[in-house]
């Protein structure tokens, strides 16, 4: 569930809210890859109910794992835009041995890891052409580690192993930059059972 001031509409995997304003949320959800989202666009006795006094949360957005699996993975990218703005592509990144999932969006790719505090002996992923920063999540704080870049079919591969010169910093967050500037991005990736 994610609360919202406004009513949003809903197309495919992504929901777009509109401020008063005209200013734009736009929350596309990347997984489970079959999720589906139902705008709850009305003021219903359980959103009442639950609401607290005076939130200017009135509606809400809900994201559904069809088949209801036992465990899931949710991952969703939200950005805010100004009005008539564009939404950003989204698009989901997988580590090649899964152990590492995440999203690429506006030359920006973030990886979480898919089990916290799972130790990394090697991570290596195909980022699209154009992605021209990498957030790596999880790793050992203060760590270094060694990136490898080569250039394959339809982007770059990335390998990163523990032992390098690169830091990750106190929050073991591995910064790759490639030169672009860079774009503040939140991606907040949910587990739920």
Known sequence: ????PRPAAVS???????TATGQQLFVTALLPA?????AVNTNEQHTEATAAANDPMKVRLRVDAPGDPKAVRFLHVLQ?????A????ATALKSEDGAFEGAVVAGTAVLFPVNAGATV?????VAPAGVTRHLITGLTPSAGYAVQTAAVAGGVRITVQPGGTQKADSGGV???????????LAFLPLVGQ
Do not use: C, E, F, H
């Open 1 to 4: 569930w994610l609360q919202l």
């Open 12 to 18: 495919g995997k992504r929901a777009t809210m509109q």
């Open 34 to 38: 079959n999720a589906t989202l139902t």
């Open 80 to 84: 805010g835009a100004d009005a008539g």
């Open 86 to 89: 564009p939404a950003d592509a």
């Open 121 to 125: 002996t090697q991570l290596a992923y």
């Open 174 to 184: 591995l910064v790759i930059d490639s030169g672009a500037a860079a774009v503040m």
